[in-house]
């Protein structure tokens, strides 16, 4: 049955300027300006009414920028932490997390967050003419769109490093609207975009937008939108591992529109966003203070890369420096950069595991460990307000009792195709 359903009329800011104007229905960037900025979208309705468990992520429809409800989401889910709160010593401590823990209501079918994301991007998207959507990712991303686009019956090109399609797996196959092609092993996720970027030059492939999209953030978002509504306050500290820093921007807006709202604080959550080791590139731009991202040798940068867990921690060209950007986030709600080794990492995934009682992807185990640190060095105190974003789990629990598959590539291209290549393939794929 068809739920009803009625969109939040919404206009676009840009960041920068200020300036609204309409969407044009896959509007990424402000018209006529010449600095980069972001896009934030601006909703009518001040205050937010959730819906009950059954419309998933479109439970916070009052704040997507969503033309229709995709089928099959699951919303983020907020509760009070006892076990790792009381191994750590804290009163106040709040696990938000995203994943496959049915006990919890939480079923996203991908075990990850990036499926908040999916749905809201499908749900903005208008493809009635066959528009391909192209999605550059790491693996979490490229896993989430895969199975809602497949589900969805949205044409999808995905374009991943080889080295990480085992990120790939499902519990049904994908349908044949969804294309994987990939960058050959030793490529990384710059890589991946980079072929992205030339598939969008050509007719009927669009690209999804990354952080310029709204939907995407706002999506994101609706992890804090599930812990405030839950707790009935803005936190005083949001931790979470980045590799963009997408999620934590999508957090600071959606904190600035609770604090619009009037019943949650005036508060912003401080953002403690976290770098796996070696690989420290958002930390080290904002421990000089920089704006701008410091330069980064693109082989250094394979080689850290390789070292990490937290593969989908590895974006080299993250929006940071663009104005709405995370620089800016953390500017005005304060917070720091913050990192985690592999080892303290894995440590902290069996602590969540046996004081909570559910995996954790490596990502999430970077956000914990630096909670971990953060209680031991005392930067947070027992009793302060904390979200704790889990931002994939639940893998090890879905994959026991299903029958995993996995999407195979359709083409394999250099570390860095030529043009021609890109055209060659792709004008094959997509045939009607």
């Known amino acids: 049955m068809t739920k009803e359903f009625k969109a939040t009329p919404y206009k676009l800011e840009s960041v920068k300027s200020g300036k609204q104007f309409e969407d044009e229905g896959w509007t990424l960037d402000a018209p006529n300006e010449h600095e980069c900025s972001l896009v934030r979208a601006i909703y009518n309705k001040k205050q937010i009414e959730v819906k ?17 409800m995709l089928e099959g989401s699951s919303a983020p889910v907020t509760y009070k932490s006892e076990g790792l709160a009381k191994h750590l010593g804290l009163s106040d401590l709040y696990i938000t997390f995203s994943g496959y823990w049915p006990e919890k209501g939480a079923n996203f079918r991908t075990c990850s967050f990036k499926e908040t994301e999916a749905y809201s991007v499908g749900g903005r998207l208008n493809n009635e003419d066959g528009t ?6 790491a693996g979490n991303t490229a896993r989430a769109f895969a199975r809602v686009c497949s589900d969805n019956n949205i044409p999808l090109l995905l374009c991943v490093p080889e080295d990480n399609i085992d990120a790939l797996w499902f519990d049904e196959p994908i349908k044949d609207n969804v294309k994987l092609v990939v960058t050959k092993s030793g490529s990384d996720y710059f890589d991946a975009i980079h072929l992205s970027n030339l598939a969008c030059e050509l ?13 995407r953030r ?39 529109r ?25 930390h080290d731009a904002w421990k000089a203070d920089s704006r701008k991202m410091l330069p980064l040798d693109d082989d250094i ?3 850290q890369v390789e070292e990490i867990d937290a593969k989908v921690l590895s974006n080299r060209k993250p929006p940071y420096a663009i104005f709405g950007g995370l620089y800016d986030a953390m500017k005005e709600a304060g917070g720091d950069v913050l990192t985690a080794t592999n080892e303290a990492a894995l440590e902290a ?22 909670l971990i640190q953060a209680v031991k060095d005392g930067v947070v105190d027992k009793d302060d307000c904390i979200m ?3 931002t994939g789990g639940g893998e090890k629990r879905f994959k026991s009792d299903k029958e995993i598959v996995y999407l195979k590539p359709v083409h394999v291209f250099d570390i860095t195709p030529s043009k021609e290549d890109v055209v060659k393939v792709l004008s094959q794929l997509f045939k009607k």
Do not use: C
């Open 52 to 68: 009950d468990n059954s419309y998933g992520v479109f439970r916070f429809a009052d704040w997507l920028p969503v033309h229709k």
């Open 132 to 137: 391909v959507l192209v999605v550059a990712s």
């Open 203 to 215: 007719d009927g492939f669009i690209a999804e937008g990354g952080a310029k999209n709204v939907a």
């Open 218 to 256: 706002d999506g994101m978002g609706t992890t804090t939108l599930s812990a405030v509504t839950t707790i009935g306050r803005i936190p005083q500290y949001y931790f979470q591992a980045v590799g963009s820093g997408t999620g934590a921007i999508a957090a600071w807006e959606a904190n600035k």
């Open 258 to 282: 609770l604090i619009e709202d009037g019943r949650f604080g005036k508060r912003f959550m401080k953002l403690m966003v976290s770098q796996n080791v070696p690989f420290l590139p958002i």
């Open 301 to 303: 940068a394979r080689r």
């Open 349 to 370: 995934a069996r602590i969540f595991e046996e004081t909570e009682g559910n995996d954790i992807h490596p990502a999430a185990a970077v956000a914990t460990a630096t």
């Open 388 to 390: 704790l974003n889990i």
